[in-house]
């Protein structure tokens, strides 16, 4: 979007279509990042929901590695 914002979208998790018990709904990286035109993705429990330490670090990089992708992409559009 050229009208000067940042967009930040909430609710990315790698298991697009996913729905929690409280009604939340995720979608991908790739997906906000192309699809809705967002420049950065917020996540929470994707991130946080995993078991350790390492896990949490880890799952962070490969958002990182996604979301990167995604925006590369979108721009070469």
């Known amino acids: ?3 000067g914002f940042l967009y930040f979208t ?3 998790h790698l298991q697009q279509d996913k729905t929690d018990n ?3 709904h995720y979608n991908s990286p790739e997906y906000v990042i192309i699809e ?3 420049d950065a993705i917020i996540v929470g429990t994707g991130i946080c929901g ?3 330490d ?7 990089k490969l958002y990182r590695k996604l979301a990167w992708e995604a925006y ?3 721009i070469h559009q």
């Open 10 to 12: 909430p609710g990315v």
């Open 36 to 38: 809705k035109k967002t």
């Open 72 to 74: 590369e992409k979108k």
């Open 22 to 24: 409280l009604g939340q």
């Open 1 to 3: 979007k050229a009208d």
């Open 50 to 52: 995993q078991p350790t």
């Open 54 to 60: 390492e896990a949490k670090l880890d799952t962070a």
